[in-house]
């Protein structure tokens, strides 16, 4: 393998807060261990479209607490593409790009790993979504201050909430993973948490109801991870006014909310010692990995089990939010 001299670095897919403090780290760390740096713009669709500038140490202050990402980020439906991946290839050669490292979710490693096995190129990927549902990992970047803002805002509609008897559906993101839910319902001390990963199981909603929730309660509020499993909070408060019209219901939707803001102290350092640790990867001559975190130890995590394998929810959690519910 020729040696590694300049890296490039491109956040793709969902944003999530703490990708700013990960693109800082590994802009950082390369430009410590003497590589070059480049920032790629708008994830795949800069390689295509050669938006590609020179990254010093100054193109990365003052962003550690920024949320967003300062490179953009997009969905690019050419990376896709054979011909689009080729052409990507093309503006790496022309940039004297050796490596790149990629922020992003599981659809961007998904592309990293397509990618790196068709031109033999080296790739490092970060787990940067709010959804925390890449195997391999126990956190992912912005997840922890999603979760912050989870609870911030469930506090505040548990203080209306209070006011009236009411049921209240809050819709919260997750792609297909129960992880937001199930924790932002804890730390928020939520009723319950529907969650795709036991849709298939039980019908969440009428064992909810079964087990007499808000009895003793003036109201009740109930995270709902969206999702085509669960039905969303939409389709559970359609659900409440057909089979169990009794209810009030009322639905929040928290959406794009979720993705804003400052990344929590968690999320700065996780994407702090990440973006370090991808940097040594490259030193190691490692490829193809994702960093992970494990038991507070950084790993390395192939691209092949990062994306394929589903990542399992802690079924205790779901044990102490009942027993915390009654
Ligand atoms: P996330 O990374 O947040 O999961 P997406 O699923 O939208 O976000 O993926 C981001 C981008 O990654 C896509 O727009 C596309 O450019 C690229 N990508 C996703 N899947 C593939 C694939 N199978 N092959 C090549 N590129 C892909």
Redesign the pocket.
């Known amino acids: 393998m020729a040696a590694i001299k300049t890296i490039g670095i491109l956040t ?3 944003d999530a807060p703490g990708m700013n403090a990960a693109i800082r780290s590994v802009t950082r760390s390369a430009i410590f261990s003497g590589f070059k740096v480049k920032g790629i713009y708008r ?2 669709r800069g390689l295509i479209d050669d938006d590609i500038v020179d990254f010093k140490t100054q193109n990365v202050s003052n962003i550690i607490q920024q949320g967003g990402t300062i490179l953009k980020t997009a ?3 050419e ?2 593409t054979e011909e689009g991946r080729q052409r990507a290839f093309e503006v790496i050669k022309k940039h004297g790009i050796d490596a790149l490292v990629v922020i ?8 990293a790993r ?1 990618f790196a096995s068709e031109f033999d190129f080296p790739i490092i990927g970060l787990p940067g ?1 709010i959804d925390n549902d890449l195997y391999g990992t126990d956190h992912t970047i912005g997840y922890d201050t999603a979760l912050n803002t989870i609870m911030w805002c469930v506090d505040r509609i548990r203080d209306t909430a209070t006011s009236h008897e009411r049921l209240f559906f809050i819709e919260v993101m997750g792609r297909n993973a129960g992880f937001l839910a199930l924790n932002g319902a804890i730390a928020s001390g939520a009723e319950a948490a529907i969650i795709p990963e036991i849709s298939t199981e039980v019908d969440q909603l009428a064992e909810l109801i079964q087990n007499g929730f808000r009895k003793s309660k003036n109201s009740s509020i109930v995270l709902v991870a969206e999702s085509p499993v669960t039905g969303g909070a939409m389709g559970l408060a359609e659900r409440v006014r057909k089979e169990y019209p009794d209810y009030d219901v009322r639905v929040t939707i928290l959406g794009h909310l979720q993705r804003g803001g400052s990344p929590t102290a968690q999320d700065r350092i996780l994407a702090s010692r990440m973006g370090a640790a991808a940097v040594d990867a490259l030193l190691e001559g490692q490829r193809n990995v994702m960093i992970g975190d494990d038991d507070e130890q950084i790993v390395y995590v192939p691209f092949s089990k990062a994306i394929k394998n589903e990542k399992p929810i802690d079924r205790e959690l779901l044990n102490t939010l009942r027993r915390l519910s009654i």
């Not at 992003?104 to 592309?111: A, V, Y």
């Open positions: 793709s897919g969902g994830g795949y969905r690019c439906k990376f896709t992003g979710g599981d659809g961007s490693l998904t592309g397509q979504t």
